[in-house]
Structures are given as C-alpha cells and as structure tokens.
C-alpha cells in the first residue's frame, strides 16, 4: 500500500491536469480564470505531498521510478517555479488572448512529465517522461494563435525536439547494444570494465548528451532557442529556460554524477562536454549582446547559463549546480515577470527602447528588474553572484582554471548587455510613451518573492544550503 | 562583547539608505538633511576608531568575526594602520561630498541620495574585510552604486564613461576571483580547512611558480583601480562626466581602494612573485607620473586635467609602496591621504566654478581672482597643498615618498622627482589662466563669490590641509607598527619562511602548480 501513497506528488498533478481539461468545457468564460487557482492548489497539494516523503525514501514499479531526496528536491524547485510562473500567468492569459484551459492543463502535464524525469534511473522511463514534457511543450509554445510567432516557435521547437528525440532513442539503442541494458547503474559499470571502451557506447552515450543538450540549449544545439522563447507566451519562455533546463540537467547529473567518479579527465564525453561548455558561455553571451528584444536578450542569456550550469557538472558539483538552479529560477523568473509586468492588454513591450526611463516612471518594477538583472550578472550581494562564487570555486578546485577563466571573461561580456537594459531604464531619456496595465496584484507577489528569493540566497543561504546537501547525500555512487 | 563599530561604520549608511525610501521625494531639503545627518554620525563615530586606536601593535583591532555562509566564508572585519586613516577619510568626505552637491543635484535627489550612501557602505566594507569573500563583495558592490551616480547624473558622454569605467573594473576583478578561487583550493588541498581569512593566507608562502599568476591576477584589478598606465583610460573618462561629488569620492578614495589592495593583498601575500615584476611595475608607476603630468599639461578641460594630475600623483604613491621601505609605505598612505584631500578640493573647486559658469573649459574662464576674492584664497591653497608645497600636507607626503623611492634606486628617485615640476607646471599655469588676466568672458562678471555652505564644507578641508603638514605626527604614529610590520614581513621573509615551515611543505605539494612539471625546480629554489 505503501505504492500508492508515494506516488501521491505525481498522481495529483496529473488528476489536476485532466480535472483542469475537464472543468475547461463546461465553466463559462468569465469564469475560467479560476482554473489557474485550481492549478495552484494542486501544485502546493504536490509539493507538500513531497515534503511528506522526503524522508521515507520510497521506489515503486520495480524500482523503476523512486523518490530519493534528490528527485524530490528537483520536484520541489520545479513545483516553486511552476507555481510562480502560474502567478504571473493569471492576468497575462486574459490580457494575451490566450485559452485558461488548455494553457494550466498543459503546464501541469509538462510538470508531471519532469518529476518522472527527475525520478528514473532507467533511461527508457525518462524517455517517457521526456516525451511528456516536450510534447506539452510545443504546444504550450504555440498557445499565442493569434500571434504568428507563437505558431511558429512551435513548428520550430517541434520539428527540433523531434530531432532530438530520436537522438535519444539512437543513442538508447547504441547503449543497449553494448551494456544491455537500460539502467544507469548497469550503464556505468558497463563503462567502467574493458568492453565500455567500445566506440558504438560512446557513441551512445553522447548522442544521449546531445539530446539534452538541446533541451538544455548548449551551443551548438541552442538555434531554436532564441525563436522559440521570443514566439511562446511569455511566462512560458520563463518555464522553458527554468523549468525544462533544471529537469534536463538534472538526468545529466545522475547519469555523468558518476560516471566520472575517478580519473574523469581521460574520459572522451569529458573533454566534449568542456569544449560545449567553453562554447556556450562564449557563444551564448556574444550573441545576446546583438540582441535588441528583451526576450531575445533573456533567451542567449539563458544559454549563457547553461553554459555555466555545465561547469558544474564538469566539476562533479552537483550542490552547487542546485544552488546555482534555485538563484538561477528565482532571478530569470524575476527578471520574466518585470518583462511582463510591462505590458497592458493585447500588448507587450520587448523592445529595449520601450523601457527607456522606465526606472524613474516605474521605480518598483524599475528597481527590482534592476536587481534581478545585476543578479543575472554575478554582482553581489545577490543569490547569483554566491552561484556563481560556489560553482567556480569547486571547478577550480578540480582544476578546470582555464575553463573558469574563459567563464569569468564571458560573464564580463553578459556584464555589458545585462546593463544595457540598466542603461535604458535609467539613463535615457524616454523616446515614446509607454503606458502599462498596473492592476495586477498576482505579479508584484511574484516580483516580491524573486527579490526576496535573489536577496536571501546571496547573504543568508544557509536553510537552502542544508536542503540542497541533503538532496545531494542521496545521490547514489555506483 | 564591546560595540560593534565597524560594522555600525559599514551598515549604518545602508539603514539611512534603506530609510530614504520612505521619504516623500518631494521633500527634498528633508531628504539631504537625512543623508547629511546619516554621514555626519557616521564621521562622529569614526572618529572613535581614531582615539581608541592602539598605534603600537600591527594587529587588526575592533575585530569582530563572525560564521556566515560556512566554507571558510566568514563575517571578518578589523582594521590596522594603514586601513584606519582610509576609513577616516571616507567618512570625512562623504558629509562634504553632500553639501557640494547640495543644490547641483535636484533631478531624482532622493535615488542620488540612497545611492551616494550605498557608495559610503561599499567603500567601508571594503577597508575593513579581513576574509577574501566579504572583502571581494564589497569591492564588488560599490560598482553599482558609482555606476548608476556617473550613468544618471554625469554629463552628456555618461553611458559610455560608466559602462567603461564597470567593464574596466570587472574585468581585473574578475581575474582576481578566479585568483581567489586558486589560492582557496590551494589551502584547502594543503591543510584540508576550507579557508578565505586573509591571516591564514599571511601564514603560508606559495611556491613561486604559483604566485606569479595569481600576484598577475590580483594587481591587474589593483592596477586598474589606481589607476595605474597603460590602465588608466577609464579614468578621465569618468571624472569629467561624474557629477562633482561623484568625482570627489571617486578620485578620493575608490582609487585608494588600488593601493590599499596591492598593500593588503597582492605584496604581502605574493613577495616572490613581487620581487620578480618589481621592474615592470616600477617603469609603469614611472610611466604614469611622467606621462600623467604631461597629458595633464595640455588639457582643455579643468577636471580632465585633474584627472591626469591624480595619474601622475597616483603614479608616485605607486612607485613609493614598490621601495618596500618603512619611509617610503608609510609616506605611500599618507600620500594617499593628501591626494585625497587635496585633489578632492580640486574638484570641489571646479565643481563651484562649474555651478557658476556651466563650463569647464580653461579658455572660457579668466580674471575669476576679481570676482571672487575668497574663492581665490581656497583655490590658491588646494592648488598649493597638490603641489606639494612645504607647509601644507602635500609636501610631508613627497617627502617621505621620496626617501623612500631614494634607498629603494637613486635613478627612479631622481626621474620620479619630475613630479614636482610638472605637477606645479599645469596646476599653476591652470591656476594662473582661470584666475588671473583679463575678464574675455562676460558671465565671469556676474560671479558671486562662494557663499556659506560652499565655504563651510571647504574650510574643513583647508585646516586638515595645513594640520597634516605641520604636525603629520597626529596621523603617522598611528600607522607606524603596521607600516613596519608590513615591510619587515617583506623584508625578512626567510624569518617568516621558518615560523610557518611546516605549512609551507604541504603547500609546496605538487599539487599547488598550474605547470607541475617544473614544480620541482623552483621548490628547490625557494628552500635554498
């Protein structure tokens, strides 16, 4: 009986997400916006659920789904992301146009498909669940009918993620080949004797990279993300770059946590995985600094931070690569809902010109955007300076200095276009008027909870560095 | 356990920040009597730090240390002599700093306010860290707030001057973290404690091989701060656009925060690799004065030119710290002080003349000595205190520097000696030119000479002017043994090299060097 109840977290999600579609039929229109409550209940339902397992460390179905503390706290964090990203939904669905119920339902099925994600150690049941998510995906990504963009953002990340996909699959099936079987545990071992040197596993075994690589948007995987994020709605670019990049590196962790665990530097996957990481930090930061949409803009910078994101990983951190995920969720959610925060209805405004002298007119969005913006960029004292600070400091450690150097040189670039968007708010003069829907109660919480997020977790992080070392004794070594 | 009064120093002007929020911004007269006020205690009780100070002992004192985040990341502050007069001095300018832009400032006061407050909480913070970590979070922080002070209220090139002045200045602290980074794995492989205290950092001596890359790391982010040549084009840039107070704190004390690093951080931690660049580093401070004065001989702009002069004057104090003598470090800070001082009422000068004329260019001024009697006997003696005349306190500072540079080499002493003539050349020709001759511009005649506040926040400034060269003993005896025991450490490293021996095998590992193959090597050079 024991089964039952831990499946509990996942269970309700998902019986949320079809009561959603269900209740979406017969509620009158006006009426609607209440599913986004209901989608918050379940939510916290979720997430309390989790909290109620966190030390009864269950498996179920053979073991092939299990809630050790690691899974749960990426569920935890993907429930808080989700949840604000709900908040800031409630007004933009009405002010975009856009449909409550298939919007709330869809995000919940792409939350139900990460916590399987997140919570396998079996590579055919992430598949599962990766499928979930992205098939959720691109239709969230496509929700803006109205808008051209939107429906292109999801032919693009569709036609991409199926790419991706068979990637997966492939290389599933060049793994399988070789260690027979489909358990990472086996995998790993597999690698560790004689026969692991086999050309066709390491083959496998980075085209699995290489599909999460796109999900995650490492360069040279990363030409759909900047289209995509800038036609989906925009509370759903924020899930993307949070929600879809935790999940994603998440299983690399578990699937490289040990791989890796002695004498990593000879290994092949290793040195590629550091080129991508050079390459993304460069790459992604370059390129946002051409950029003059603000989703844009977010959009290479989220590349960005993969990138930094992947030094963790190279430096076999996976505490600070959660620490560096929750500041990273609380200021990239922040800085998404100033951008929405700017809007009224039937528009939104993107383009940097629009937020010249924004600070002055509008000193609380103003200041708090700032704030989330120098967090993006690694000024302290906020949480994504203390990021930045873990996860660099380990990669020194393990000795990875010139990649550490060519990540601070690249931070220094995202220094520049981070504060260009400063630089507009506050030190130009406003070229045309602007004026934005100020009645939206839901998303000044959401900018107050990032900010108190940002502030908390770079001067006095100490709770969350507990919970995260906890999750992170849970990883099994093999 | 006593009053914690460093961090009251730090944090106090946070709070009057944080408290400015809730002013009305329409009561604007109330808003700068609240930062006035904020500054004006924070002096007071900074003036404690001065009377309690023991001057006999090198140890940091008013310690108060403290666990934050763990991993050797710790709340750590103390000051010594040589941070003492630093903090003093902040805390001296920023009251004076507030009433010179009492009525220049009235776009957005309230912003301008809260910032200039953050600027004094950065700057503290840093002269008083002990622990890597808090010491670089503040060096850090202060960015923002002078970010946003040059970016919003600066001149018409403002973007460009403060974005400049940020990506300059991240650019060498960001290298320097890495640094950080290096030598915190290095102590932690070496003694199995995650540490970040500067002390523990004194206590070892790294092999050579490992020091030269991080002694690189951190003087490129001290070097740029001084601003030392061929780094110092962010720094004309800045002054001429920053508003007056903005220039006053930032030629005053940010480019302190240089020094005092290379004296804090970068030679006592690295002395071989000190050692080895001193050379390079020598030309370069030499570079800086030469060059410093001559640019500053042909500007057209009155502040540019006294942002070139504070190049060449930086220049000096550079050159007098790399002596690693006891006259010439000790004659370095109280350099520092009078540069502070002295250039700092420059700008407050030219800020004056620029609130009456709205125009910097030495061209378009001309008999103002007519107009402006008062004004003129203010300017007279800021402009004679840079020069370094005796009396005044520039003439103690040159003097001890020049001892210093003197037994350090006779050649760089006599070249760096040029300071004097080209400092007195472009201050007095400047002078001569603004003051003097006949009135070609017509604004000049409607001059009001300086009125009250003006002269109340000058005057301040005039008598320390005169006090710090008649008797610089007041502020010297307090710096003596931490002078001394810097340089001894320096000096006599074989001795320390003994004490902390056992330290230093471990951390002699191979495992501490970038190249490991000619780790061996050098060890062997170093045991001698």
């Known amino acids: 009986m024991n089964n039952l109840f831990a499946l509990a977290p996942l269970l309700t999600i998902v019986v949320g997400a079809l009561l959603i579609l269900i209740l979406e039929a017969f509620l009158h229109t006006e009426n609607k916006s209440y599913l986004g409550f209901l989608s918050l209940f379940f939510l916290i339902a979720s997430g309390a659920l989790c909290f109620n397992s966190w030390t009864a460390g269950y498996t179920y179905f053979n073991g092939n789904l299990f809630l050790d503390k690691f899974s749960l706290a990426l569920t935890l964090i993907l429930i808080v992301a989700v949840c604000l990203i709900v908040l800031t939904s409630l007004k933009y669905i009405s002010l975009q146009a856009a449909n409550h119920g ?48 939107s429906s292109e953002a999801a032919v693009k990340y569709f036609l991409l993620g199926s790419f991706a996909s068979a990637f997966f699959v492939f290389g599933l099936a060049l793994l399988f080949a070789g260690a027979r079987s489909v358990e990472i545990p086996a995998i790993i071992g597999f690698f560790r004797t004689e026969a692991g040197l086999d050309l066709m596993a390491i083959l496998g075994l980075g085209l699995i990279v290489v599909s999460f690589g796109f999900k995650v948007a490492f360069v040279p995987f990363h030409m759909w993300t900047p289209d995509v994020y800038q036609g ?52 992604g930061n370059l390129m946002a600094l051409r950029q003059t949409n603000l989703k844009r803009i977010l959009a290479y910078s989220s590349i960005a931070h993969a990138g930094y994101l992947l030094v963790a990983i190279l430096a076999r951190d996976s505490a600070s690569l959660v620490f560096y995920l929750v500041a990273y969720l609380f200021m990239n959610i922040g800085a998404f809902a100033a951008i929405m925060a700017m809007s009224k209805k039937g528009t939104e405004y993107l383009e940097l010109e629009d937020y010249s002298g924004v600070g002055f007119k509008y000193p609380w969005i103003g200041a708090t955007f700032a704030i989330f913006l120098l967090s993006l960029a690694g000024f302290p004292p906020t949480g994504g300076f203390l990021a930045k600070f873990f996860v660099f400091s380990s990669a020194v450690r393990q000795g990875l200095v010139p990649l550490v150097i060519i990540a601070v040189l690249a931070s220094l670039v995202s220094v520049f276009y981070y504060l260009r968007i400063v630089v507009y708010m506050y030190m130009r003069t406003p070229s045309r008027e602007i004026d934005i829907d100020l009645e939206n109660p839901a998303l000044y919480l959401v900018l107050f909870l990032c900010l108190y997020g940002v502030l908390q977790l770079g001067l006095f992080p100490g709770n969350v560095l507990i919970f995260i070392k906890q999750a992170i004794a849970a990883l099994p070594v093999f | 356990m006593s009053f914690p009064i460093l961090s009251f120093l730090t944090f106090f002007p946070l709070l009057g920040a944080l408290l400015l929020i809730f002013v009305n911004k329409e009561k604007k007269n109330g808003l700068r009597a609240i930062a006035l006020a904020v500054t004006l205690i924070n002096f007071a009780v900074s003036l404690a730090l001065y009377f309690n100070f023991n001057g006999q002992t090198p140890d940091p004192q008013f310690v108060e240390k403290g666990a934050w985040l763990g991993y050797g990341i710790n709340y750590h502050l103390g000051i010594d002599g040589i941070s003492l007069f630093l903090v003093i001095l902040t805390t001296f300018l920023m009251p004076i700093a507030l009433l010179s832009s009492w009525t220049s400032i009235q776009d957005r006061i309230k912003e301008y306010l809260m910032f200039m407050l953050l600027l004094e909480t950065g700057i503290i913070g840093v002269f008083v860290s002990l622990n890597l970590f808090l010491f670089y979070v503040f060096w850090e922080a202060m960015l923002i707030p002078m970010y946003f002070l040059i970016g919003v209220w600066g001149g018409p090139r403002k973007i460009y001057a403060t974005i400049k002045f940020v990506l300059f200045t991240m650019l060498g602290s960001l290298l ?56 110092h084009t962010w720094l004309p840039d800045a002054h001429v656009e920053a508003p007056t107070a903005g220039s006053v ?35 370069l401070a030499l570079i800086g004065i030469i060059y410093g004065g001559l640019m500053a001989l042909i500007q057209k702009d009155i502040k540019s030119l006294v942002a070139y002069s504070s190049v060449s004057h930086m220049g000096l104090i550079m050159l007098a710290v790399f002596s690693l003598t006891i006259e010439g470090t000790q004659g370095a800070i109280y350099q520092m002080l009078n540069h502070g001082m002295s250039t700092g009422a420059l700008f407050l000068i030219v800020g004056i003349l620029y609130e009456r004329s709205h125009t910097r260019l030495i061209k378009d001024y001309g008999g103002v000595a007519r107009q402006m009697p008062v004004f003129t006997a ?91 060269g008649i008797y610089p003993q007041t502020f010297l005896r307090k710096m003596d043994a931490s002078v001394s025991n810097l340089v001894n450490r320096i000096q006599q490293r074989e001795k320390v090299f003994i004490r902390s021996q056992k330290v230093n095998q471990t951390l002699s590992q191979p495992v501490s060097s970038p190249q490991p193959s000619k780790t061996d090597k050098s060890g062997k050079d170093r045991v001698r």
């Open chain 1, 102 to 149: 298939e919007y709330y339902a869809l995000l919940l099925l792409a939350v139900s498909g990460m916590m399987v994600m997140v919570s396998s150690n079996n590579l055919l049941v992430i598949f599962l669940g990766l499928e979930v998510l992205s098939v959720s995906s691109y239709a969230l990504a496509g929700l803006r009918t109205a808008d051209q963009r």
């Open chain 2, 378 to 468: 203010f300017f007279l003696i800021c402009m004679l205190s840079s020069v370094g005349l005796p009396g005044l306190n520039g003439f103690v500072g040159e003097i001890l520097c020049f001892f210093g540079i003197f037994k350090a080499s006779r050649l760089l002493s006599i070249l760096s000696i040029s300071t004097i003539i080209l400092s007195a050349a472009y201050l007095l020709w400047m002078y001569q030119r603004v003051m003097h001759g006949p009135i070609t511009n017509q604004k000049i005649l409607s001059f009001k000479d300086i009125n009250k506040r003006e002269i109340g926040y000058l005057v301040p400034i005039i008598i320390l002017m005169f006090w710090m």
């Open chain 2, 249 to 283: 704190i930032l030629a005053a004390v940010l480019l302190k925060m240089g020094t005092y690093g290379f004296l804090r951080f970068a030679i006592p931690l690295f002395p071989d690799a000190l050692e080895k660049f001193l050379p390079v580093l020598n030309v």
């Open chain 1, 232 to 283: 989906a709605p925009t509370p759903i670019t924020a899930f993307f770059s949070v929600g879809t990049k935790a999940v994603g590196l998440a299983v690399l962790v578990r699937l490289l946590y040990s791989y890796w665990s002695e004498g990593f530097k000879s290994q092949p996957v290793f040195w590629l995985l550091w080129a991508i990481a050079a390459l993304t930090m460069v790459v």
């Open chain 2, 176 to 231: 320097m973290l890495v640094a950080i980074f290096f030598l915190y794995s290095l102590y932690y492989k070496a003694t199995g404690v995650y540490s970040l205290e500067l002390f523990d950092y004194y206590k070892v001596i790294m092999n050579p091989q490992v020091q030269t890359w991080l002694f690189l790391a951190f003087s490129l982010a001290f070097a740029i701060k001084v601003p030392m040549f061929p780094f």
